[in-house]
Each structure stands twice: as structure tokens, then as C-alpha cells.
């Protein structure tokens, strides 16, 4: 079974940092696309970073230059440094996966979330 697992979300000031983790266990054979949504209060989830197995990154327009998605497939880790963090950036932050389980298939799986707060 396959479990992704978030870690490094709490309360920061305006302007801070955060950075969070992902680590993928269970029966992975290769990953795909990793990437990172967020959902803030009353608000639709949203794509906010995702990188390919070449290292291909896209940033949504409200975090470009501020965000900075990287991975380690030997670990299979992504990561997310946030800098600059402001207010609107508060929301539940996914991890999420696109890889080859044990059905030999790709499929999509998503971790259970970690709350991001941005307030002073």
C-alpha cells in the first residue's frame, strides 16, 4: 500500500520561511510527477508546484520566485521551500504523487495534508 506523508507545516510570520517534506513509502516501483496543491479556507484546491522525473517544474503565478519545488527519488522525497510567505499563502498544503504501484499501473495519490498558517 502506498503512503505519502507530509511534514514541515505550522505558523510563520509574514516574510518567513517554511520548507515541507513528503516522503512516499510502500510498494512504489518508479514516480512520475510530484507536486504540491494547497486548499484555503472556502476556496477550490489548487496546483501550486509540480516536478517530472526530468526535473520539469511549473509554479503557479502567485508563488514564482518565492517557491521552490525539489525531489530525491533515491529518498522518494519532494520538498517545498516557501519564502517570502504572505497572509493569502495560509492553506492546507497536499503532496502529491503520480507513480507506478504494484497493479503495474500509474496512479495518483495524495497525502492527507499540512496546515500552513501565515500570520503575525
Known amino acids: 500500500q502506498v503512503q505519502l506523508v507530509e511534514s514541515g507545516g505550522g505558523l510563520v510570520q509574514p516574510g518567513g520561511s517554511l520548507r515541507l517534506s513528503c516522503a512516499a513509502s510502500g510498494s512504489i516501483f518508479s514516480i512520475n510527477t510530484m507536486g504540491w496543491y494547497r486548499q484555503a479556507p472556502g476556496k477550490e484546491r489548487e496546483l501550486v508546484t509540480r516536478?517530472?522525473?526530468?526535473?520539469?517544474?511549473y509554479y503557479a503565478d502567485s508563488v514564482k520566485g518565492r517557491f521552490t519545488i525539489s525531489r530525491d527519488d533515491a529518498k522518494k522525497m519532494v520538498y517545498l521551500q516557501m519564502n517570502s510567505l504572505k497572509p493569502e499563502d495560509t492553506a492546507v498544503y497536499y503532496c502529491y504523487a503520480n507513480l507506478r504501484d504494484r497493479s503495474w499501473s500509474y496512479r495518483d495519490y495524495w497525502g492527507k495534508g499540512t496546515l500552513v498558517t501565515v500570520s503575525s
Open positions: 516536478i517530472t522525473n526530468d526535473g520539469s517544474t
